[in-house]
C-alpha cells in the first residue's frame, strides 16, 4: 500500500524544505520514496541543489537522486503535448482566432487547474500501479492547496453533469458552425481527449480522503498571521473529508540575549499552535546556521525532526472533527472526544471560534463562514462523538 504525504503551508515557511527532508528520511530507511512537486512555482530540484538550468524539470519525469529516492516536478508544455495535445491545440487555435499571437496564446491555452489534474493524474497513477512505498507532495502554497482538492469533486460533476451533453451538442452543431461562421467548434477527439483524463483520475477522491493512505502535514512559523493561515487550512482540509496527522513549526529562533524579545513572542505562538491544534502532535525545527539545501543538510533537518520515528507514521488516522450540512440550512459538527464526559464538557463562541473545554484542556475550532451567521442549538455526547448542530436564530 502506498503511503502519501501531502505537505502544506502558506508561501515561505520552508514547506518544500519539509518535503525533501521527509523523503529522504524516509528513503535512508529503504523505502521507494518519491517527492513530487504540486507547486507551479517548481523549487525541488534547487532544495536538493541539482545541477540543473532555471526553467529544467527534466521534461517532468521522476528523475533519480539518491538510492530509493526520486524527485519528479511537473513539466506542464511537455505533459499538454504528451497527454492533452488535442485540448491544447485547440485552446491555441481558438486564442489564436481573436487576434492573439501564437506565443501568447500557447501560453494562455494552459487553463488554471490544468497543472493540478495532470499533478493528480500521475498520484492516482502510481498509486495505483504500486510503483512506491511513499510518495511526498510539495503542495502549492495554502489557497491553491485547496483548489486542487477541490477540483476533484468539480471534475466529476463536469463528467456526470455536463460532458455528454456539451459533447453531443458540439457534434449537432459543427456543420452549421462550419457553414455559417469562422468559428471552429472542437472536433470530437477534444472530448476524447478529455474523456481520457476523466478516466486518469477516477478515484483520487477517494485516495485523498482515505487516512489509510494519505494524510497532510502543515509547516507553520511562530507568527500571528501564519498561524492564522495554518489554522485556517486545518479547517478547511478537515471540511474536505482529509486527515492531518501533523503540524511542524519551522524556524524557530536560538534563546539568545539578543533575540530575548523575539524569544517571548515565538514562544508564547508555540503554546498557542498546541493549543490551536491538540489533540495534533506539533514539531519544532531550529533556524539552522546555513542554508538548508543538498541532500547532507537536509538529513541533518530530517535527523531534528523526526529523530528516532518513521516518518511514513501516520499520527492521526481520522479527521478530529468534521463539520456536515443539513436540511433547511442547519449544519452539523463532529468532535471525536474519546473519554469525556458530559458534564464536563463546555463550549463556548469567541469571534469566528468555536471553543470546546473538557478540564482544564481546551479546543479552538475556527467556523466555515457560513455557520459563524448561526447559533448552536443542541449538543450530545454520543459514544465518545460531541455533535454539535447550528441555526439560525429564531
Known amino acids: 500500500m502506498t503511503r502519501v504525504i501531502l505537505v502544506s503551508g502558506k508561501g515561505g515557511v520552508g514547506k518544500t524544505t519539509v518535503s525533501a527532508a521527509t523523503a529522504v528520511a524516509a528513503a535512508k530507511k529503504g523505502y521507494r520514496t518519491l517527492v513530487m512537486s504540486f507547486d507551479i512555482a517548481h523549487s525541488l530540484s534547487d532544495s536538493f541543489d541539482l545541477d540543473r538550468k532555471l526553467f529544467d524539470f527534466n521534461e ?4 533519480k537522486v539518491a538510492p530509493d529516492l526520486e524527485v519528479q516536478e511537473i513539466d506542464i508544455q511537455h505533459e499538454l503535448r504528451r497527454q492533452w495535445s488535442e485540448v491544447y491545440d485547440y485552446m491555441s487555435v481558438l486564442l489564436s482566432s481573436t487576434g492573439v499571437s501564437d506565443m501568447v496564446a500557447e501560453e494562455a491555452a494552459i487553463l488554471p487547474g490544468t497543472e493540478d489534474v495532470i499533478s493528480l493524474m500521475y498520484l492516482n497513477k502510481y498509486v495505483k500501479e504500486g510503483r512506491y512505498d511513499l510518495i511526498v507532495v510539495d503542495c502549492p502554497p495554502t489557497g491553491e492547496s485547496l483548489r486542487f482538492v477541490n477540483i476533484t469533486s468539480t471534475l466529476q460533476w463536469y463528467i456526470r453533469r455536463r460532458f ?6 458540439v457534434k449537432l452543431a459543427r456543420p452549421l458552425a462550419t457553414k455559417l461562421t469562422n468559428y471552429d467548434l472542437p472536433e470530437d477527439t477534444y472530448f476524447a481527449a478529455l474523456e ?3 478516466g486518469q483520475v477516477q ?3 477517494a485516495l485523498l480522503t482515505d487516512a489509510n493512505h494519505t494524510t497532510v502535514r502543515l509547516v507553520s512559523s511562530a507568527e500571528k498571521m501564519v498561524m492564522r493561515e495554518t489554522q485556517r487550512a486545518y479547517l478547511y482540509f478537515n471540511m474536505y473529508g482529509m486527515t492531518v496527522d501533523q ?3 519551522n524556524r524557530i529562533l536560538p534563546a539568545t540575549r539578543h533575540l530575548e524579545q523575539w524569544n517571548q513572542t515565538q514562544t508564547a505562538y508555540v503554546e498557542q ?3 490551536y491544534f491538540a489533540p495534533l502532535p506539533v514539531a519544532r525545527l531550529p533556524l539552522f546556521e546555513q542554508e538548508v539545501v543538498g541532500q547532507e543538510r537536509l538529513g541533518g533537518l530530517a535527523d531534528k525532526l523526526f529523530q528516532d ?3 511514513t507514521e501516520r499520527y492521526v488516522s481520522a479527521p478530529p472533527y468534521q463539520f456536515t450540512k443539513k436540511q433547511g440550512g442547519r449544519y452539523g459538527l463532529s468532535i471525536h472526544m474519546p473519554g469525556a464526559g458530559r458534564e464536563e464538557i463546555v463550549l463556548d463562541r469567541q469571534g469566528d471560534d468555536l471553543i470546546v473545554r473538557v478540564g482544564s484542556f481546551r479546543r479552538h475550532i475556527m467556523l466555515p463562514r457560513s455557520v459563524v451567521p448561526l447559533q448552536a442549538v443542541d449538543a450530545i455526547l454520543d459514544k465518545g462523538t460531541l455533535k454539535i448542530e447550528f441555526a439560525h436564530p429564531r
Open 60 to 63: 517532468g519525469l521522476p528523475q
Open 164 to 169: 455528454n451533453v456539451d459533447r453531443t451538442l
Open 196 to 198: 481520457r483524463l476523466f
Open 203 to 205: 478515484g483520487i477522491e
Open 247 to 249: 503540524v511542524v513549526v
Open 273 to 275: 499552535i498546541k493549543d
Open 309 to 311: 520515528q518513521d516518518p
